[in-house]
């Protein structure tokens, strides 16, 4: 009997805690975003990262990897940093150095800290306020890849929302609704998209942004949308800087809290909501002919694929697919189709997708299992597995429509499961491939 | 803040050199950490990752244990996990908050050792250091606990020091070099740390003399040359000149007891080549090219025993200074790892060494075997 079992009976599993908190391992599954990806998405921002040597390898070469090392500098933190009282100064010296060199300025420079920077008590603000004394064309902000202090505030969450904060206020646009902290557009077939469109409204949204221009358009949002958990803090900046009211939709897999979704949304547009009955039963179609396909095949679930595993989870059983496992760590925004889960399917497997006992997990003899996620594609050795993140910009009944239809697929075809699964950061250009 | 850099990456950690070294060695490694040094070790340093498991973990250090200094879950996750997956031994490593707090490692090793039964010791990293310090410190601690006493001296065996893929990313070089070994007459007894299980390692005071690939295995050979006797050699089989000296050195200094450092090898006419990296890997290919009509000298960015590198190297280490130090030399052509292209001189030829060290997987597929007259080769076709 392991001290740490690295899996749980549903049935067993208590929603606030899934998993004791040990040791982590690190699966080779790299599709998930990180600050720098993030970062990348403001045009023609420069990042600079002072942090200790540690830190910085992996955000410098997560640049190399993308072929954008001309977008990111740093500053090496040194012991004696630490204690000769030159923190804030040498911060300020040291982005000055560089900024310098930087020919043209860029129009923002997301400054980023270290756990030590906050442990230690620097004056942050007052370095931004030097910094942006002594380069005035420059916008810099204040970010934080600090991840001692993802309990309290996650640097993903942190750094979508700083993301934001270079915006200027701009008269409200009345046909103009902003989709806020996504790392990927909305796919245009999605309701949520022919809502907005179909009633003329302009679509704000940083990943579709080409220019500063654009970027900067995205203050003129009258109403702001998000829809994955990591975006909440920059929605309710927005609100708070330019009284922007945001409405969170999330991105769930049940049709009742999809119709709501629309519903809320329509109402606040002050538009009706349009009649998506065929959307519904065009995905119901596309779940019955998965099942069909598929027929008992185990399939397995992870929470990097889409923001509600639970919630997909639950659809697909609903629809008499065989989802014997999932792979997350904590319970979401999808605590009623988990509920649904342990009263329906009690013997489904949920595993810790950190637990040191996930080590040798890919070598362990297993049925066939066809997989949503990366993790799960690794974890259960499998090459027929969708490669989604974050949902992929799917939303609403034409995402579960797609994604059932990218699972059909998945189980009639291979991919290369190590080339798509080293590829860090899902979408992003990468000088591996 | 003296060291900035406006577009090169910095080389790998100091945790990430030891959780390197130790990698095949049946021990866990454990970095007292919150999450990114073992996900950066795990994508960008470490190749053998997916092909070839190991217990190396971070301890997923929070916020409220930091602050109130809870070094009681470290202890007790370490012992649990050691407990589910029975390692041969137990190393902790700190990154930069451990040091901010002062997480004495020491303490947190005897402690986990009282309560696993499993020897466990600690290594000094605190992620603001680069590579060799961390590998170093492991490799030396590798040889000082298990390494015994000789009990049969093998007059012809060598140990292989200092071998880890942020140095050695083709994975054929470490095959390689003991074909090498063996064409020369020589019996490989141990190799740290690639392709030998610490049962192997365990015998590596029968070898006549250790042969140092890398900074990374100076520390184990000086330990070994104090504790055993046995004398030390540094360089890399690279070209076939250099190589044959590098043999002929190798005996002589298993029949004498010599230590020597023929990668200090410099030429002093013809073309004008600087080589950028690692200091024996560097050394080496300097003073192979030295061999065959080149003026070559190194700049090592790395940490390094002095007896490395010689009159005309350069031990510039931020990016400005090796600009400047590149300005200064005008070299006709650099051997350095590609990601150094954006601040050579003009008039400068790169010829790309690729260096996991450096750039991580960025051209892990192109990285050359250069071992024997593969260097020469190699070089020709590069020009």
Redesign the interface.
């Known amino acids: 009997m392991?001290?740490?079992p690295p899996f749980v009976r549903i049935a067993d599993a208590d929603p606030a805690h899934l998993f004791p908190?040990?040791?982590?391992?690190?699966p080779?599954a790299?599709g998930m975003w990180n600050i720098v990806q993030m970062g990348m998405l403001i045009p023609g921002a420069h990042q600079i990262y002072?942090?200790?040597?540690?830190?910085?390898?992996?955000v410098?070469?997560t640049?190399?990897?993308m072929n954008a090392?001309?977008r990111l500098?740093?500053?090496?933190?040194?012991?004696e940093?630490?204690f000769n009282g030159?923190l804030e100064q040498?911060?300020v010296?040291?982005v000055s150095?560089?900024v310098r060199?930087?020919d043209p300025h860029p129009p923002v420079v997301l400054l980023f800290l270290?756990?030590?920077h906050l442990?230690?008590g620097c004056d942050f603000d007052a370095v931004i306020a030097d910094l942006s004394a002594a380069f005035p064309d420059i916008c810099f902000v204040d970010c934080y890849?600090t991840?001692?202090?993802?309990?309290?505030v996650p640097p993903v969450v942190q750094t979508c929302r700083q993301m934001y904060t270079p915006l200027k206020a701009l008269p409200k646009n009345p046909k103009a609704v902003g989709i806020v902290g996504n790392d990927r557009p909305t796919d245009e077939d999605s309701e949520l998209m022919k809502i907005l469109r179909g009633a003329g409204f302009a679509v704000r949204d940083l990943t579709r942004c080409k220019t500063y221009d654009e970027y900067l358009q995205l203050a003129d949002a009258s109403l702001n949308l998000t829809y994955i958990p990591t975006a909440h803090a920059a929605g309710e900046l927005l609100t708070e800087r330019f009284e922007t009211p945001c409405l969170h939709l999330p991105n769930s897999f049940d049709y009742d809290k999809i119709a709501e979704n629309y519903k809320t949304l329509c109402g606040a547009l002050g538009i009706s909501c349009p009649d998506f009955s065929a959307e519904m039963q065009a995905a119901d179609h596309a779940l019955d002919a998965l099942k069909a396909e598929i027929g008992g095949i185990a399939v397995a679930v992870d929470y990097t694929a889409v923001t509600q595993p639970f919630s997909l989870a639950a659809l697909l059983c609903q629809h008499g697919i065989n989802v014997k496992y999932v792979i997350a760590d904590t319970v979401g925004e999808d605590a009623a189709a988990f509920r649904w889960l342990q009263e329906n399917r009690p013997e489904l497997l949920i595993y810790a997708p950190?637990n040191?006992?996930m080590?040798?997990q890919h070598?362990q003899a297993a049925e066939p299992v066809l997989a949503i996620g990366q993790k799960a594609a690794y974890y259960f050795a499998t090459d027929h597995f969708v490669n989604l993140i974050l949902n992929g910009g799917y939303y609403g009944f034409s995402g579960i429509r797609k994604i059932a239809e990218l699972t059909a697929e998945a189980y009639r075809t291979t991919k290369d499961r190590?080339t798509v699964l080293?590829h860090?950061g899902y979408g992003c250009a990468s000088?591996?491939l | 803040m003296k060291h900035t850099a406006k577009i090169i990456p910095c080389y790998a950690a100091d945790s990430a050199g030891a959780c390197s070294a130790l990698y095949e060695l049946g021990g866990m490694t454990v970095v007292h950490d919150a999450s990114g040094c073992n996900s950066t070790f795990a994508t960008f340093d470490e190749p053998r990752w997916w092909d070839q498991q190991s217990m190396t973990y971070i301890s997923a250090l929070t916020e409220l244990d930091a602050i109130l200094g809870n070094d009681e879950k470290l202890i007790a996750d370490v012992t649990a996990a050691a407990a589910d997956q029975n390692p041969k031994f137990i190393a902790v490593c700190g990154s930069p908050m451990p040091m901010m707090i002062g997480v004495d490692f020491d303490a947190v090793a005897f402690e986990i050792e009282q309560r696993t039964g499993i020897r466990t010791f600690a290594l000094h990293t605190n992620g603001m250091h680069s590579y060799p310090e961390g590998a170093s410190e492991a490799l030396r601690c590798i040889a000082e606990e298990y390494v015994r006493p000789a009990e049969t001296k093998i007059p012809n065996g060598v140990n292989l020091l200092g071998m880890t893929p942020l140095d050695f990313d083709n994975l054929h070089t470490a095959a390689s070099i003991r074909e090498w070994l063996a064409e020369n007459g020589f019996e490989t007894v141990a190799c740290f740390a690639m392709g030998d299980a610490l049962e192997t390692l365990a015998n590596a005071a029968n070898a006549s003399v250790s042969l140092v690939l890398s900074q990374s295995g100076l520390a184990a050979a000086e330990y070994m040359h104090e504790a055993f006797g046995i004398p030390y050699v540094c360089g890399v089989p690279y070209g076939e000149a250099f190589s044959a000296l590098l043999a002929d050195t190798l005996r002589n200094a298993a029949a004498d007891g010599t230590c020597a450092f023929p990668c200090t090898e410099r030429g002093q006419a013809g073309q004008t080549v600087t080589v950028i990296g690692e200091a024996v890997s560097a050394g080496t290919i300097a003073a192979a090219l030295g061999l065959t009509g080149y003026a070559a000298n190194v700049i090592c960015p790395l940490p390094h025993d002095k007896r490395l590198l010689t009159a005309g190297d350069s031990d510039a280490f931020a990016e400005d200074e090796i600009a400047g130090a590149l300005a200064e030399i005008q070299p006709e052509t650099v051997i350095a790892d590609p990601l150094y292209r954006f601040i050579l001189p003009n008039a400068a030829k790169l010829i790309g060494l690729p260096h996991t060290a450096f750039s991580g997987r960025c051209y892990d597929k192109i990285i050359p075997d250069l071992t024997g007259n593969r260097f020469d080769a190699w070089y020709k076709e590069m020009l």
């Open positions: 392991l001290n740490n908190a040990g040791l982590e391992y690190n080779p790299r002072g942090c200790a040597q540690g830190c910085l390898r992996g410098c070469l640049a190399a990897e090392l001309d500098s740093w500053i090496s933190l040194t012991e940093d630490m030159t040498s911060l010296d040291g150095e560089i060199q930087l270290s756990c030590m442990f230690a890849m991840p001692t202090m993802r309990e309290s950190a040191v006992n080590l040798h070598t190590r080293r860090k000088c591996l």
